[in-house]
């Protein structure tokens, strides 16, 4: 079965510096990778996800990951956050027809 | 847009209550899934269903009972809650094509409090 491990589970930073969320799953044939974020009090929404082709997906606030497969990860990066970008981000892997949610990092960033 | 909505954002109930939460999605998924959100956990999958009256267990099935006589409907039972079962409950639902990777779309959550 599939699994996934996000190392940090908190991440402070001031607004406007580059951020990195990793993100390692373990390895399979094929895979499609997800990354979710919660703001406060509410559900989860999908942020980008990686099913095939390009190794570098973006989402339409910046944020972008890219799939490498020798190193099994699906690093989240933004090079410049703002303090909206505050919340929870989760990663996820398919496993047959299910997903497989990491424990989550929370990003806090500070003014 | 997909929309899964939940019934119910809040609510409190007493140990021994049975309880329901309800779960609704208007883009036709066949898959509906229920999750439960804890700090430090994060996701744990509790049932799922494939289709209209299936469903199968998740990785922490126990205290909790689900049921799925409409397409669009999934409910989540918790037969004589506990105060172990407080949470957060997020359901979701995913269309079966392989070409969506298995997407799948959240509701809003609905935080249980069990006294």
């Known amino acids: 079965a599939q699994s996934v491990t996000q190392l940090d589970s908190q991440v402070p930073v001031f607004e406007e510096a580059p951020v990195e969320l990793r993100c390692n799953y373990s390895s399979s044939v094929s895979v499609y990778l997800f990354w979710y974020v919660q703001y406060p009090n509410q559900g989860l929404q999908l942020l980008l996800k990686y099913l095939s082709g390009s190794t570098l997906v973006e989402s339409i606030n910046g944020f972008e990951a890219e799939f490498n497969k020798s190193q099994t990860s699906f690093h989240l990066r933004k090079p410049s956050v703002h303090i909206s970008d505050t919340a929870e981000y989760f990663c996820a892997v398919s496993d047959t027809d299910k997903l497989i949610f990491g424990t989550g990092t929370r990003l806090q960033v500070f003014p | 847009d997909v929309k899964v909505t939940q019934s119910s954002r809040y609510l409190v109930k007493r140990t021994g209550e049975k309880v329901f939460l309800e779960c609704v999605q208007d883009m036709d998924h066949e898959n509906m899934f229920w999750y439960r959100q804890d700090p430090g956990l994060g996701l744990r999958l509790i049932y799922f269903s494939y289709d209209v009256k299936m469903k199968e267990k998740g990785d922490i099935p126990e205290g909790y009972s689900v049921s799925r006589e409409k397409k669009e409907r999934f409910s989540l039972i918790l037969e004589s809650a506990s105060t172990n079962q407080t949470s957060m409950y997020l359901c979701?639902?995913?269309?079966?094509?392989?070409?969506?990777?298995?997407?799948?779309?959240f509701g809003e959550g609905s935080w249980l409090t069990v006294v």
């Open positions: 979701a639902s995913s269309p079966s094509d392989r070409d969506s990777g298995n997407t799948i779309y």
